[in-house]
Each structure stands twice: as C-alpha cells, then as structure tokens.
C-alpha cells in the first residue's frame, strides 16, 4: 500500500492529457498538451486575466467608505443574525448609511431576518434598487428575486458567480445616479472558501476594509473557522476579528448557566489567542434572538437590556471604533 | 472515467441516502453520524461520505483527525471507525496537510474529487453509504446526484432545525430532491429544544414543532425530533470516543467502552436515533433485502 497524499482533485485530474499544466497554472486549458483534454474547457474557462468588470464595480462603489465582510467556514453559527444586528445597530444613527449584501446565494436568509421578505427589487434604468428596511439601511438579496420560498436556486459556481458581480456592479444603492454614500456595506456570505468567497474577494480587490469572523464555541465549528482564517490570509483579506456566538445558555426558568455547546479545545478565546487575532466578544445563547429573527425585528431594540443584547452592543462599540480608527 | 464506474464501485451497496439540509449547522454531519452509528449497532455494515469539501466535520466527530486514506490495487481504503470495521468512513479532511488548511475550490474541482470519491473508494459490502454534504444546493449537490443517477440512490434525509430561518432554506432542498427526482426518505428536526442541566426546565431554543410541520405542508416523512443533548456534543467532540461523556460535570473520571458504537449506546439521544434508523429502514425497504427503487426520474 502506498499513501494517496495530495488530492488528486487538486492536482491534473485523472483523465487529463498527457503533458496537462495543471489546472491552477496559467496556460490552462491554453497549452498545446491540452487539444483534445475532456476538461480543456473547463480549465480555459476558468482564468483569463483581469475582470473587464472590475472598473464597473469600483465606479459603483466608489462613495463606499467601509467594506465588512461577515465570514466563518461553519454553517449556521450565526453569520445572518450577525449581520442583521450590526446592520440595525449601526442605522440606529440616522446619519450613517447602511448597506446590506446578501451572496449567500442558495440559502438567503436576510429578507427575512431584517423583516421585509415579502419586497421585491426593482430595476430602473440607474440598476437595480435595493430593498429599504429603514430609511438609512437597504438589502439586497436573491431571496427578493425568488417566485417563492419554496422555489430553490439550483446553481453552479459560475452562475452565482454572476449573480454576485450584479449586486456589485449594478445596484443603484442611494438611489441616485452620481453615487450616493454608503458609510458601511455589509456583506453577508454563506459558508465555506468556495465560488462566493472567491468572487466577493476579486471583485472588491483590495478595498475590503476587513472581515469579522463568526463561530460557535465547540471545536467542530472551530475547525472550519480556521479554514476560512488561512482562506483570509492567502487572499490577503484583513481579519478585524472573532466573535463568539452562541456561548452559554441562561436557562429562562432557574437562571442557571450552562454550555450547549461546550468548549473542549478553549473555544473562540484559545483560538484568537493560537492566531493572534482580536477577540471581539462572546454573545450567548438566548432563544429571544432566534424568535427576533423570525419575526424580522431588531433583537437590540426589543431585548436592549438582555446580556446577548449587551454583548451585540459592545461588540458592535469595538467594530466601529476599529474600522473608524482606519481612517 | 465514466458515471459507470460509479456503478461498478456501488454495486456491493444496498443503499444510498444521502443527508441534506439548506441551511448550515442544523446538524447534518451529527445527525449523519448518529444515523451511522446507530445502524451499526443494529448490525448493519455503513459506509460514510463526506462531501462538505469546504468543512468536513466527520473525521473529528467520528475521532479520526490525522489518519489516513491507503491506496490498494482495489481503490483508495476508507478509515474505519470501529475495530470490527463495520464502520467505514471516506472525507477531504484525511487528505489535508494540517488542520488550519483551507480548500478554496470553485465548482469544477469540487466536482472531480466528489467523483474519485464515489468511483474509487473502496468500501467492500455495505448495508448502507450514508453522503453527509455541505449545505445550499449548488456544485456538491448537483454532482452526487448526478454521478449516482444511474445507480438511482434510495433517496435523501432532511435535517433541520425549527426555526422560521432554517424552515426557508430547507423548502428549497426539498425543492431540490423534486427537481432532480430525488426521493425524499424522511425529514428529522434536530436541536428541538434543551433540557436545563439544573432544573430539568426544557427550553425551545430554537422553538420547535417547526420540522413537523413543514413535514406536513410539504408532505414528506417525519422520521423524528431531536432535543439538543450536550453530552453528544462532548461525544462528537472529544478525542477519544472511548469516554463515556457527562456533560454535568466534564472534568470527572470518565468510564471507557470499546468503541465510539458502544460509547453512543451511552447517550440519552441514541435510542431516539435508534427509532429514526429503524423508520429510515422501513423507508428504504431494507426487510425486503435490497434496492425496491425504480430509477431516479426527473419530474
């Protein structure tokens, strides 16, 4: 028996010609040994210089001040109801503008945690209009595009691809043709260091002002999170931080604490502490803000004097004092 | 390499079931391994396939962080969970140099390794080989079904979690199985409330009801609910599966079993998972010995 070592998915596939360059190299699918190759297209397909698109997108967002993405490899830790929160929190502030973006393509989760799953998108001939929850914070989602929640988006990488590069490039946000200000766009992904990660990272190339990781306590949450930290270190996206959610849980009845999902390996605090990264706050378990979500409210507003809330609140202090001490 | 080879590698497996969800962290991977470990106690021989390429969780919840796959003249040779190797287990995570490293794939590379996976694995006889995948409905998704369509699967399990916001995205996966004709074998609401260690008070968390309903409205199988129980959180955490976990008190001497198999036997959900097992069986007509399912067909 030998070893397998590296996958051979991510070296020259199986049934690739004889002399293949590799389908990461940069004659791809270009290269004399690839005439004939089952997967020529594929690899042509995939690189061909810089995105003719990307002035486009910049153009759009050229009044965009600060760029958060919302992040974690793990599913369901709570990345939507983060971004929700930090969104109401921050247009509690009449003067900041709020922008929020929604890729996450198959499972949008957003219209309906921010309240307004029953708006549609309009198109005008500026772009695409956003969807105002409040008159200083706007979404956009394919969940507003979708005939109904049952319908699903069955796509491959190339298509949400597309779909993505749209909410950058032709979303009218403020409403006005020269550019409106955006004070802080929000963009909320779905999990893993995949197709989405890949193409929000290259269309909004160097301009992210930083990322805030999300995870749950447990170590089966945290090893994904560590993926989509190397993710964020090899596509040089600065990481403001982690936030640990889900942490605890004050039973509503006796007021006793207890840990659903336990910390074996030291949880967010021994992972930051591992990489060096900040450690934005732990927000625990308080099924208020699940029904919150459900409903489409503001869980800082209804709840203001809940620890969770407090936890939001003060989380939310440290974000804008890091992204605002950037400029 | 052609989908035939994915037949010829399947041919000594009796089901396939895939374990889908829309939405992320409901507990697909825990409930896959659970539905595992519970068939194994039943006598079955189960296969595991991980195809969340992005976040495979099985090895750590299954204890198998840092083995490794072996190629043999037959194929690659899956990790066994149990030393009377009834439990097989293939992932991206025994292929990884280290922990902390990441796979930035796009679709097309996704695609090739989820088809070595289900051509060139080596699984022997199984009863059963469960697919644990990522969640959405996108290139993992589209791939499995596709490289098993001619050996028409038995169909999907469902997980979700009561909430309104998982209740959408799950619509969609059952959505899916319609659109690519694939049988919906059942739906398990997971984290369905939890039981306070101290006064025994049980909490809906994440409320609950939800899955059943949704069950009804969408008119599939409602195999079970399951409560949030932190001591199969401990199980899937901790490394050695031989601890018999309390989640009271985590720091207190520990008894020890055989196996991660005998260990889950110990756990407040496994006769719970154990009903599901059964009525996954019945739905798959495993009493009847083998596969009772006409080709996938798309609607």
Same mark, same amino acid.
């Given at each position: 028996?030998?070893?397998?070592?590296?996958?051979?998915?991510?070296?020259?596939?199986?049934?690739?010609?004889?002399?293949?360059?590799?389908?990461?190299?940069?004659?791809?699918?270009?290269?004399d040994?690839?005439?004939?190759?089952?997967n020529?297209?594929?690899c042509?397909?995939q690189?061909?210089?810089?995105?003719?698109?990307?002035?486009?997108?910049?153009?759009?967002?050229?009044n965009?001040?600060?760029?958060?993405?919302?992040l974690?490899?793990?599913?369901?830790?709570?990345k939507?109801?983060?971004?929700?929160?930090?969104?109401?929190?921050?247009?509690?502030d009449e003067?900041?503008e709020?922008?929020?973006?929604?890729?996450?393509?198959?499972?949008?989760s957003?219209?309906?945690?921010?309240?307004?799953?029953?708006?549609?998108?309009?198109?005008?001939?500026?772009?695409?209009?956003?969807v105002?929850?409040?008159?200083?914070?706007?979404?956009?989602?394919?969940g507003?595009?979708?005939?109904?929640?049952e319908?699903?988006?069955?796509?491959?990488?190339?298509k949400k691809?597309?779909?993505?590069?749209?909410?950058?490039?032709?979303?009218?946000?403020?409403g006005s043709?020269d550019?409106?200000r955006?004070?802080y766009?929000?963009v909320?992904?779905?999990?893993?260091?995949s197709?989405?990660?890949?193409?929000?990272?290259?269309?909004?190339?160097?301009?992210?002002?930083?990322?805030?990781?999300?995870?749950?306590?447990q170590?089966?949450a945290l090893?994904?999170?560590?993926?989509?930290?190397?993710?964020?270190?090899k596509?040089g996206v600065?990481?403001?931080?982690?936030?640990?959610?889900?942490?605890?849980?004050?039973?509503?009845?006796?007021h006793g604490?207890?840990?659903?999902?336990?910390?074996?390996?030291?949880?967010?605090?021994?992972?930051?502490?591992?990489?060096g990264?900040?450690l934005?706050?732990s927000?625990?378990l308080?099924?208020?803000?699940?029904?919150?979500c459900d409903?489409?409210?503001?869980?800082?507003?209804?709840?203001?004097?809940?620890p969770a809330?407090?936890?939001?609140?003060?989380i939310?202090?440290?974000?804008?004092?890091?992204?605002?001490?950037?400029? | 390499?052609?989908?035939?080879?994915?037949?010829?590698?399947?041919?000594?497996?009796?089901?396939?079931?895939?374990?889908?969800s829309?939405?992320?962290?409901?507990?697909?991977?825990?409930?896959?391994?659970?539905?595992a470990?519970s068939?194994?106690?039943?006598?079955?021989?189960?296969?595991?396939?991980?195809?969340?390429?992005?976040?495979?969780?099985i090895?750590?919840m299954?204890?198998?962080?840092?083995?490794?796959?072996?190629?043999a003249?037959?194929?690659?040779?899956?990790?066994?969970a149990?030393?009377?190797?009834?439990?097989?287990?293939m992932?991206i995570?025994?292929?990884?140099?280290?922990?902390?490293?990441?796979?930035?794939?796009?679709?097309?590379k996704?695609n090739?390794m989820?088809k070595?996976?289900?051509?060139d694995?080596?699984?022997? &006889?199984? &009863?059963?080989?469960?697919i644990?995948?990522p969640p959405?409905?996108?290139?993992?998704?589209?791939?499995a079904?596709?490289?098993?369509q001619?050996?028409?699967?038995?169909?999907?399990v469902?997980?979700?979690?009561?909430q309104?916001?998982a209740l959408?995205?799950?619509?969609? *996966?059952?959505?899916f199985?319609?659109?690519?004709?694939l049988?919906v074998?059942?739906?398990? *609401?997971?984290?369905s409330?939890?039981?306070c260690?101290?006064?025994?008070?049980?909490?809906?968390v994440?409320?609950?009801?939800?899955?059943?309903?949704?069950?009804k409205h969408?008119d599939?199988?409602f195999?079970?609910?399951?409560?949030?129980?932190?001591?199969?959180?401990?199980?899937?955490?901790q *490394? &050695?599966?031989?601890?018999?976990?309390?989640?009271?008190?985590?720091a207190a001497?520990?008894?020890?079993t055989?196996?991660?198999?005998?260990t889950?036997?110990?756990?407040?959900?496994s006769?719970?998972?154990?009903d599901?097992?059964?009525r996954?069986?019945?739905?798959?007509?495993? &009493?009847?010995?083998?596969?009772?399912?006409?080709?996938?067909?798309?609607?």
């Open positions: 028996m030998v070893e397998a070592g590296v996958p051979p998915g991510g070296a020259v596939p199986e049934n690739a010609n004889e002399h293949c360059p590799g389908p990461e190299s940069e004659s791809a699918g270009r290269a040994g690839c005439a004939g190759c089952p020529q297209e594929i042509a397909s690189v061909a210089g810089p995105d003719p698109d990307l002035p486009l997108v910049a153009e759009r967002l050229r965009v001040r600060h760029r958060l993405l919302i974690s490899g793990k599913g369901g830790v709570g939507s109801t983060f971004t929700s929160q930090l969104a109401f929190a921050l247009a509690s003067d900041t709020v922008g929020v973006v929604d890729i996450d393509i198959c499972g949008p957003l219209p309906l945690i921010m309240g307004c799953a029953d708006e549609e998108m309009h198109r005008s001939s500026n772009g695409w209009s956003p105002y929850v409040r008159d200083n914070l706007s979404l956009v989602s394919i507003f595009m979708l005939p109904s929640d319908a699903a988006v069955i796509w491959r990488g190339p691809n597309g779909m993505i590069k749209q909410f950058l490039k032709d979303v009218d946000w403020a043709a550019g409106g955006i004070d766009l929000l909320d992904t779905p999990p893993g260091t197709d989405e990660h890949l193409s929000i990272v290259q269309l909004l190339k160097g301009t992210i002002t930083g990322a805030v990781i999300v995870t749950t306590p170590e089966v090893q994904d999170v560590r993926k989509e930290i190397d993710f964020c270190r596509a600065p990481i403001l931080g982690v936030v640990e959610n889900m942490s605890g849980f004050v039973c509503p009845s006796c604490e207890s840990r659903i999902f336990y910390p074996t390996s030291g949880g967010a605090r021994a992972l930051c502490d591992e990489l990264l900040p934005l706050g927000i625990p308080d099924p208020r803000i699940g029904r919150a409903a489409g409210s503001s869980f800082l507003d209804t709840c203001a004097d809940s809330a407090q936890a939001y609140a003060d939310i202090v440290q974000l804008r004092r890091l992204v605002e001490g950037q400029e | 390499m052609s989908h035939s080879d994915v037949g010829g590698r399947l041919a000594s497996i009796k089901h396939v079931v895939l374990v889908l829309g939405k992320g962290g409901v507990g697909k991977s825990s409930c896959t391994v659970q539905l470990l068939l194994v106690s039943q006598g079955r021989r189960v296969g595991v396939l991980d195809i969340d390429l992005c976040g495979p969780s090895p750590r299954l204890g198998l962080e840092g083995r490794q796959i072996h190629q003249s037959a194929g690659w040779v899956p990790v066994y149990d030393p009377s190797k009834r439990l097989a287990c992932s995570g025994f292929l990884l140099p280290g922990k902390d490293s990441s796979v930035v794939w796009r679709g097309p996704k090739a989820i070595l996976f289900l051509a694995v080596y699984w022997g &006889d199984l &009863d059963y080989l469960l644990d995948t959405g409905t996108s290139d993992e998704h589209l791939a079904v596709e490289y098993l001619e050996w028409s699967p038995d169909g999907a469902i997980v979700t979690t009561p309104a916001v959408s995205d799950v619509k969609k *996966e059952i959505s199985c319609r659109t690519v004709g049988p074998l059942g739906l398990i *609401e997971n984290m409330g939890f039981v260690p101290h006064c025994a008070e049980c909490t809906n994440f409320s609950t009801g939800g899955g059943e309903g949704l069950a969408m599939v199988p195999l079970g609910r399951a409560p949030i129980d932190p001591g199969l959180v401990m199980l899937l955490e *490394e &050695d599966k031989t601890l018999v976990p309390n989640a009271n008190d985590p001497p520990k008894e020890t055989a196996s991660i198999v005998e889950y036997q110990r756990c407040a959900l006769p719970l998972f154990a599901i097992a059964r996954l069986a019945q739905g798959v007509g495993a &009493d009847n010995g083998g596969r009772s399912h006409p080709p996938a067909s798309t609607e």
